[in-house]
T-cell receptor, first 109, second 118 residues
Framework: QKEVEQNSGPLSVPEGAIASLNCTYS??????FFWYRQYSGKSPELIMS????GDKEDGRFTAQLNKASQYVSLLIRDSQPSDSATYLC?????????FGTGTRLKVLA | GAVVSQHPSRVICKSGTSVKIECRSL??????MFWYRQFPKQSLMLMAT?????????EQGVEKDKFLINHASLTLSTLTVTSAHPEDSSFYIC??????????????FGQGTRLTVV
């Protein structure tokens, strides 16, 4: 079982819709969770961090964490074509910083 | 946010030669830096964790004698790909956390280095 799992996609949504990205992790002692966006050929850039159960909102982005289910998600409201990228879930515990395989999002104009 | 600078952004080298990639934390001291490799359309794979003043910790399957990591100061870690082969061609990315921001906070990434071995 992979440590951090994501559906590779592509996930296609129309412009203006809500994009929902999901991530599960295997290490129960994981403490911090991050969503990064990566454009092709570029380095990842941080979108959201979440550390406790529940929802965290920042602009059009909402991160949701459920530690009991070992699940973290990212919602993107009012999706824009510029949101088209690969979204990486990252999980860290005591030391390592592990990435999922990423979900490719396509926002259709 | 904190800034991590990686150099060079692109490098082409001949098979059999060595290439050094630098990763610098510009506005914080990084006791730990991480080195990743990413092949096309794949995720970032952690290669090793670089620790200032001590030996790096390599992930399983990563050859420590081929990928030499040096973390000689709190702001600089280097990755040297020795005796490079075409299969080493990849996107190499470093990252670091700012320890002054507390444990388990986000990592900041360098710009990445596109290595092509011909």
């Amino acid at each position: 079982q992979k440590e951090v799992e994501q559906n590779s996609g592509p996930l296609s949504v129309p412009e203006g819709a809500i994009a929902s990205l999901n991530c599960t992790y295997s290490d129960r002692v994981s403490q911090s969770f991050f969503w990064y966006r990566q454009y092709s050929g570029k380095s990842p850039e941080l979108i959201m961090s979440i550390y406790s159960n529940g929802d965290k909102e920042d602009g059009r982005f909402t991160a949701q964490l459920n530690k009991a289910s070992q699940y973290v998600s990212l919602l993107i409201r009012d999706s824009q074509p510029s949101d088209s990228a690969t979204y990486l879930c990252a999980v860290t515990g005591t030391y390592k910083y592990i990435f999922g395989t990423g979900t490719r999002l396509k926002v259709l104009a | 946010g904190a800034v991590v600078s990686q150099h060079p952004s692109r490098v082409i080298c001949k098979s059999g030669t060595s290439v050094k990639i630098e990763c610098r934390s510009l506005d914080f001291q990084a006791t730990t830096m991480f080195w990743y490799r990413q092949f096309p359309k794949q995720s970032l794979m952690l290669m090793a964790t670089s620790n200032e003043g001590s030996k790096a910790t390599y992930e399983q399957g990563v050859e420590k004698d081929k990928f030499l990591i040096n973390h000689a100061s709190l702001t600089l870690s280097t990755l040297t790909v020795t005796s490079a082969h075409p299969e080493d061609s990849s996107f190499y990315i470093c990252s670091a956390r700012d320890p002054s921001r507390g444990g388990n906070t986000e990592a900041f990434f360098g710009q990445g280095t596109r290595l092509t071995v011909v």
